[in-house]
């Protein structure tokens, strides 16, 4: 039977399920409150320097392939992937990095170069880190959450000890190089964890990165979204900008329309992949499945300070992405997740996509975005804001070795308050809830409410976690779950 479905906000997961839904035959409409869809992946243009204000890894390809198949598409009906390589760079002081090939062979041969013995550990490590990815891609991900036996029903059953062990632990067990820890640790804080915190089985997130590489589309992580959005509109989906969802109505337990613009809104089902908590306080308080004590007890991924920045010249010694590891790793994560608060020397992850696309910058000229990661809930003013852009810009002007902040000519910058205020993000995270071994699978929020009929989640939230492949996912499994209870 079609149904009147409205969808709450035009993220990745929402545009995933919008496609679903539709392709089912269901009449769908997204509202974004926003005045461009995609969400947290919205891009920016300004001065002729194109930014994606999101996401900028393109990690697990396979995953986009496995949506768009789903209906009898390609991503290179939509757009131009580029691998590259270097994946990315990580510093540790003036010229001195390491770089990640975009080949396993080349990566064994660089850690076998800094730590004698550590080559052939890596190829064991990665024959793993490839299992527990076919485990989780084929089986784990794509089960709706709804009950422990999917950890049991899955070949998971026989790697129940990696659910008790972590990844921090796993990898200092095989190798002792500070720097390669650090890099085999990096890949997990896309799952909004300390790598102490993250259950040994999300290792499939080190082949994701050197098993598979990483990718760009060519202009830009917005490709996937314009991508979405296309496909979404040949499919029948409408969406309506600048239109914010005021409150969900609910008669007898049953949602029944979205107030807009003082409007009524009606609904045979809401989906919303809007931030999960902020949907919930569009409810009357009787109809909300999860306390506000309850998102208190969560571990949230990172905020994040970011600066959208436009140079009038290109920039020397540096790649598509570059991480800079020149100070305390475990310090920083202390600052985020044990003490919360702005760390005194932060790490931090610099992208130059005009590296790999020109027309991210004008001729000449170079585009890139600076990211800090910063506790959930942080104090946010424009005076922190600057005085850390300034410690960044100093140490990256001295680990590369040039001048370059007289060369600024463009500068935006976006933290914890506009997290909150542009997308509703619960304490103003950037990447939702973290995947430590307490908020995985049916542990997670539930895609289907509790307590309201035809009222249903998508997103980061809840399953199968944060990121963008996850999200594409999570908007699958919801809209099948949606089918599957019509």
């Not at 619960?426 to 009929?453: C, D, H, I, W």
Request: hydrophobic share 40%; glycine share 6%; charged share 25%.
């Amino acid at each position: 039977m079609n149904k009147n479905i409205k969808i709450i906000g035009s993220g990745f997961s929402s545009l995933s399920a919008a496609c679903y839904l539709a392709q089912n035959g269901h009449a769908v409409t997204v509202y974004e409150k926003n005045d461009s869809v995609g969400g947290r992946a919205r891009q920016l243009k300004e001065n002729g320097f194109t930014f994606d204000m999101g996401p900028s890894w393109y990690w697990m390809p396979d995953v986009f392939e496995r949506f768009f198949a789903d209906f009898n598409k390609k991503t290179t009906d939509y757009y131009e992937l580029v691998k590259l390589g270097p994946a990315y760079r990580v510093y540790y002081g003036v010229n001195d990095y390491i770089s990640i090939a975009d080949n396993l062979a080349e990566i064994i041969t660089t850690f076998e170069n800094i730590e004698k013995g550590s080559g052939e550990i890596l190829k064991t490590f990665m024959a793993e880190a490839k299992d527990n990815y076919d485990i989780a891609i084929k089986d784990l991900v794509y089960r709706p959450g709804v009950s422990p036996l999917e950890l049991i029903t899955v070949k998971t059953a026989l790697k129940l000890g990696q659910f008790v062990s972590n990844i921090s632990r796993d990898v200092r067990r095989k190798f002792k190089n500070e720097r390669l820890i650090q890099i085999l640790e990096f890949p997990v804080l896309f799952l909004g964890a300390k790598p102490s915190d993250t259950p040994s089985f999300y290792s499939f997130m080190n082949y994701a990165d050197f098993g598979m590489g990483t990718w760009h589309p060519k202009t830009g992580m917005f490709d996937l979204v314009v991508a979405m959005e296309k496909l979404a509109i040949e499919l029948g989906v409408k969406f309506e900008t600048n239109a914010t969802v005021e409150k969900i109505l609910v008669e007898n337990d049953q949602a029944k329309a979205l107030i807009i613009d003082g409007k009524n809104i009606a609904a045979d089902i809401i989906l919303s992949g809007a931030d999960y908590h902020h949907t919930e306080t569009l409810l009357e308080e009787k109809h909300r499945t999860y306390s506000e004590k309850y998102w208190e007890s969560r571990v949230f991924a990172p905020s994040s300070l970011l600066f959208y920045i436009g140079f009038d010249k290109k920039i020397e010694n540096i790649s598509h992405h570059a991480l800079f590891f020149d100070v305390d790793f475990n310090q920083h994560a202390k600052d985020i997740y044990d003490e919360p608060k702005w760390p005194t020397n932060p790490l931090f992850y610099a992208n130059f996509p005009s590296l790999t696309d020109p027309s991210a910058a004008p001729e000449g000229m170079e585009s890139a975005f600076f990211l800090i990661p910063l506790a959930p809930g942080i104090n946010d003013t424009e005076e922190l804001r600057e005085q850390y852009f300034n410690k960044i810009i100093d140490r990256f002007e001295a680990l590369t070795q040039q001048s370059v902040r007289k060369n600024i000519i463009f500068k935006k910058s976006f933290c914890k308050n506009d997290f909150v205020s542009e997308y509703n993000s619960y304490k103003g995270n950037a990447y939702g809830m973290a995947n430590t071994l307490l908020q995985t699978a049916f542990l997670r929020p539930k895609l289907k409410s509790k307590k309201v009929e035809n009222l249903y989640f998508t997103g980061q939230l809840t399953v199968p976690g944060p990121g963008v492949p996850p999200a594409l996912i999570s908007g699958k499994l919801v809209a099948a779950l949606i089918e599957k209870n019509i």
